[in-house]
């Protein structure tokens, strides 16, 4: 009996101290959700963002912020609220943020809650005010030192990652962009955009605490142009040689044109074989007045002239070989063999292709670590075509596992709600799981295979071609197929050599989208604020019947 009570205390004893354990677990956990570690700069737009942050004054930014909330949620967010506009709202931090030393972290939030065609959702970090910009004045002008988020329009379909580094002997600030980056994801959820730049020289883009794109600031393979520029240039001086032949072929002094070669003889001639139609009409025109065209009660003749009714199809042609003039068909000329040309034969002055010579580049310097500008603000300078683009829970962090409880604490709640919400709407349309869940994740591996360096000139009408999968999961096992040929092909061209082979990839049913222009210089900016109207096409003629 001793030993059974004895047996039963420890138990009592054992439950209390599991209960105290998973108390203060929960505590911890309530504790890292409400309160969250401090950071450089933190912005939830959890109260009104006027006063605060700084719409810019300049003429071309029309386009209205507003505080709003997500949809489905009660959280806050900085909102563009119209369509086809420029944007452009600035942050001062307050205080300036070294890049140079230990590591730093930028992340954000945006939500596509009307979808993306074409338009931007980046952030700019900007240099001190001391770089000669004004809030008040921001614009597309204003000098950053990194760019940072997604863009997406016509044949931009990417993650920003650009940084802006002062060349120590031209003075001069160039652009450096990285290259083959990730994809923007294209549904209508919330996505967090994570870059972390480390004090070894390296910066991570991440996509929902996903790892998508690793890269080095000083290599030449990351980033375009390379950081340190090449240690010599070609000689703007340098002229080629008058004497200097590039020609690697020539036609053959020797040869001599065959006797029966006739230059004169045409590709075509008249098909002498060929038979008139039984039942052709020859004295039927192809097209009649209209009967039903009747003359416009304002028409004046001697204003407009004389008034002649429409023409339209003869309906005794459709049932005929043909209406009019008979003429024979034409055929390929048997004789032909078109103007005569020497034979190639190789040139025995060819030189080469001239190139000039290589100078010293004196721009030329070398370095064990990028001089990044300090960053003093954050703007947002946009173009877009959509609206209901939604910024939040803007961050500026030395840890990552600060940025990372943020994600999780901010984000995560949000993205899985969202997610459901879509799986219920699936559903409703009639997808069952098993084929919803097989076709997301077939799209997330086209996303990830689309990403691969040497598919970098089909990128943009390959992801037209997952869009509009996912928009229309009954073509799945086609898009399939689509992407599979570029792929093959691609690989054809790798192990084969030769020409570039020209892929055709069907195109995607939703509208187009204004251009982009590109990012040299100091812009993002789009080149057209409005689409073109397609030009009226004039009705198809019914095609001709002389000919069979």
Not at 11 to 26: R, Y
């Amino acid at each position: 009996m001793v030993l059974m009570e004895g047996r039963r205390k420890i138990t009592e004893l054992m439950q209390l101290l599991l209960l105290l354990l998973i108390g203060c677990s929960a505590s911890q956990i309530q504790a890292s959700s409400e309160n969250k570690p401090d950071a450089i700069f933190y912005e939830p737009f959890s109260e009104s963002f006027e006063g605060r942050w700084i719409v810019s004054s300049k003429d071309e930014y029309k386009g209205v912020w507003k505080l709003s909330k997500s949809e489905g949620h009660d959280d806050y967010g900085l909102l563009v609220s119209e369509k086809a506009r420029k944007y452009a709202v600035v942050k001062d931090l307050g205080k300036a943020v070294s890049l140079k030393d230990g590591t730093i972290v930028l992340q954000f939030e945006v939500r596509f809650q009307n979808g993306l065609e074409c338009g931007g959702a980046y952030l700019k970090y900007l240099r001190p005010q001391e770089a000669g910009w004004k809030p008040e004045e921001f614009d597309n002008d204003s000098p950053y030192s990194i760019m940072f988020g997604p863009d997406k329009c016509g044949s931009t379909n990417k993650v920003h990652f650009i940084f802006k580094h002062k060349n120590p002997k031209s003075g001069e600030y160039v652009e450096h962009h990285l290259k083959d980056p990730p994809s923007v994801p294209s549904d209508k959820l919330s996505h967090v955009y994570t870059a972390i730049l480390k004090p070894n020289n390296e910066v991570s883009i991440l996509i929902d605490g996903e790892e998508k794109k690793k890269a080095n600031f000083l290599s030449a393979k990351d980033f375009e142009p390379a950081l340190m520029p090449a240690k010599t240039i070609p000689d703007p001086d340098d002229k080629k040689p008058e004497d200097w032949d590039e020609r690697e072929k020539i036609p053959d002094p020797h040869a001599v044109k065959p006797d029966d070669w006739d230059e004169d003889a045409p590709m075509e001639i008249e098909d002498e074989d060929a038979v008139k139609p039984e039942g052709w009409l020859d004295d039927e025109p192809e097209e009649i007045d209209d009967p039903e065209a009747t003359k416009p009660e304002d028409w004046d003749d001697e204003e407009d002239g004389v008034w002649e009714p429409t023409k339209t199809d003869n309906p005794k042609c459709s049932l005929a070989p043909g209406c009019g003039e008979w003429k024979r068909p034409m055929k390929m000329n048997p004789a032909y063999k078109g103007k005569w040309s020497p034979p190639l034969i190789d040139n025995p002055s060819y030189k080469g292709i001239w190139k000039p010579q290589e100078i010293p580049n004196p721009s030329f310097f070398e370095t064990e670590k990028p001089d990044f500008e300090a960053i003093a603000a954050i703007g947002i300078e946009i173009w877009t075509m959509q609206d209901g683009v939604l910024f939040d829970n803007i961050l500026i962090v030395d840890d990552e596992k600060v940025a990372e409880i943020y994600r999780l604490t901010t984000w995560k709640p949000k993205f899985e709600n969202e997610k459901e919400k879509q799986k219920a709407e699936e559903e409703a349309a009639g997808l069952s799981d098993g084929l919803s869940g097989f076709q997301k994740k077939i799209f997330d591996l086209l996303y990830k295979i689309v990403d691969v360096p040497f598919l970098d000139a089909y990128k943009p009408k390959i992801i037209d071609l997952i869009e509009k999968g996912e928009k229309q999961p009954n073509i799945t096992i086609g898009i399939i197929v689509s992407i599979a040929v570029v792929l093959l092909t691609v690989v054809f061209k790798i192990l084969f050599g030769g020409k570039k082979p020209k892929v055709t990839v069907p195109e995607t049913d939703r509208p187009a989208a204004a251009e982009t222009s590109n990012t040299q210089g100091n812009s993002e900016e789009k080149e057209d604020e409005s689409e073109k109207e397609d030009a009226a096409v004039p009705p198809r003629r019914r095609p001709t019947r002389r000919e069979t």
